[in-house]
Antibody, heavy 121, light 107 residues
């Protein structure tokens, strides 16, 4: 069974940093493109970032987080990361770790339960 | 970016009734439209991809149709576990975008 378990959320001050993690199990992690998607409280879903399978060198970001967030992966530990720097109030959201379906770009076939990030002073 | 609108915002129905949810795109997305189900505190679940293909393990009461700019998710007969929020998502153009959701609640 595919499992994606996020951690690392919490309260952070504006301008601060936070690192989210996602432990994957039940599938060959290195073989899949992975994403972060967020849900702002009371609102819809927003795609945040994507990283390619295998070497993790190809990364893309939403304009709203480019230059502030960094997605990365450690295939030896089956873990996906999101480094969030210079956070803003509008980054407050539940962050989901998401697996991309094989050979179907940006189609999300498995999601974690999410971790809440609150940006507030 | 492609904007998706969903209607209605809320659909109040009883178990056993048919649910019809709509998703409209600001420009053609061909057939690259997916539907997800989301319950509070749970992981979102992929229901339908490429407009009409059911994802693994999704019951046959869920069906999708449409192409271009207009899409429909139909739940033929609502089960108690189907009351949730449903989102559509396009992957034709970058960035991938989601609709605002339709909440299906108990009448």
């Amino acid at each position: 069974e595919v499992q994606l378990v996020e951690s690392g959320g919490g309260l952070v001050q504006p301008g601060g940093s936070l690192r989210l993690s996602c432990e994957a199990s039940g599938f060959t992690f290195s073989s899949y493109w992975m994403h972060w998607v967020r849900q702002i409280p009371g609102k819809g879903l927003e795609w945040v970032a994507r990283i390619n399978r295998d070497d993790g060198y190809a990364k893309t970001y939403a304009d709203s987080v480019k230059g502030r967030f960094t997605i990365s992966r450690d295939n030896a530990k089956n873990t996906l990361f999101l480094q969030m720097n210079n956070v803003r109030a509008e980054d407050t959201a539940v962050y989901y770790c998401v697996r991309e379906m094989t050979e179907r770009g940006h189609l999300f076939d498995n999601w974690g339960q999410g971790t809440l990030v609150t940006v507030s002073s | 970016e492609i904007v998706l609108t969903q209607s209605p915002a809320t659909l109040s129905l009883s178990p056993g009734e048919r649910a019809t949810l709509s998703c409209r795109a600001s420009q053609s997305v061909a057939f690259y439209l997916a539907w997800y189900q989301h319950k509070p505190g749970q992981a979102p679940r992929l229901l339908i991809y490429d407009a009409s293909n059911r994802a693994t393990g999704i019951p046959a009461r869920f069906s999708g149709s449409g192409s271009g700019t207009d899409f429909t998710l139909t739940i033929s007969s609502l089960e108690p576990e189907d009351f949730a929020v449903y989102y559509c998502q396009q992957r034709t153009n970058w960035p991938p975008t989601f609709g605002p959701g339709t909440k299906v609640d108990v009448k």
